[in-house]
């Protein structure tokens, strides 16, 4: 069902005027997504987000148990570690929360696997926020898939192609400047 990340159909959007406007707050659940099994480069996490616009918030919640050189590397990416004694799924729910009434703040990503975020989530779209999910399997829940805007799925061979991308791009403009012109065709035949 799911193709490599560079091939996904919801990974893309068309790319206009808004996009540079499109200010997006990335959130990680650490303790479950970054994890040996994924080995998860947040370089490209950002890579990949910058075609849906710019990324002003960057928030790794991590637990108690997480170490100093871990911590240091994610403050050395340039994303805010965020260590949390208690839940740190209900940390980041609080602050999902909280940045639905961030009125610069226009897409909310979450980077996570299981459905502890969505009334968070929920909340979020009836106030007219963008949802973004990054996650992995196993285990990325369907229930935060299907109310996402966008789902990004990372795979073990995680590769951002931005050729592939392009091209995939060019392929749907010409798609959809050929229905356009079939379109036009059959109203004018309709009224001859």
């Given at each position: 069902?799911?193709?490599?990340?560079?091939?996904?159909?919801?990974?893309?959007?068309?790319q206009?005027?808004?996009?540079?406007?499109?200010?997006?707050?990335?959130?990680?659940?650490?303790?479950?997504?970054?994890?040996?099994?994924?080995?998860?480069?947040?370089?490209?996490?950002?890579?990949?987000?910058?075609?849906?616009?710019s990324?002003?918030?960057?928030?790794?919640?991590?637990n108690?148990?997480?170490?100093?050189?871990?911590?240091?590397?994610?403050a050395?990416?340039?994303?805010?570690?965020?260590?949390?004694?208690?839940?740190?799924?209900?940390?980041?729910?609080?602050?999902?929360?909280?940045?639905?009434?961030?009125?610069?703040?226009?897409?909310?990503?979450?980077?996570?696997?299981?459905?502890?975020?969505?009334?968070?989530?929920?909340?979020?779209?009836?106030?007219?926020?963008?949802?973004?999910?990054?996650?992995?399997?196993?285990?990325?829940?369907?229930?935060?898939?299907n109310?996402?805007?966008?789902?990004?799925?990372?795979?073990?061979?995680?590769?951002?192609?931005?050729?592939?991308?392009?091209?995939?791009?060019?392929?749907?403009?010409?798609?959809?400047?050929?229905?356009?012109?079939?379109?036009?065709?059959?109203k004018?035949?309709?009224?001859?």
């Amino acid at each position: 069902m799911w193709e490599k990340l560079s091939n996904l159909k919801k990974f893309y959007i068309k790319q206009d005027n808004k996009k540079r406007n499109n200010r997006m707050a990335l959130l990680i659940d650490g303790p479950n997504m970054l994890r040996k099994e994924f080995n998860i480069d947040l370089d490209k996490i950002r890579e990949v987000l910058d075609e849906f616009g710019s990324v002003v918030v960057g928030r790794v919640y991590l637990n108690q148990y997480a170490s100093d050189k871990l911590i240091e590397a994610i403050a050395n990416q340039g994303y805010e570690p965020k260590v949390s004694a208690g839940d740190v799924d209900v940390e980041m729910a609080v602050d999902g929360t909280e940045l639905i009434f961030n009125d610069t703040i226009d897409t909310i990503v979450y980077m996570t696997r299981d459905a502890d975020f969505l009334p968070a989530i929920r909340k979020a779209k009836e106030h007219g926020k963008n949802i973004i999910i990054i996650g992995a399997e196993p285990g990325f829940s369907t229930a935060i898939q299907n109310i996402a805007d966008y789902v990004i799925k990372i795979e073990d061979d995680f590769e951002f192609d931005k050729q592939k991308l392009e091209d995939e791009k060019r392929r749907r403009e010409e798609e959809f400047e050929a229905k356009k012109d079939k379109s036009k065709k059959s109203k004018i035949n309709w009224f001859k």
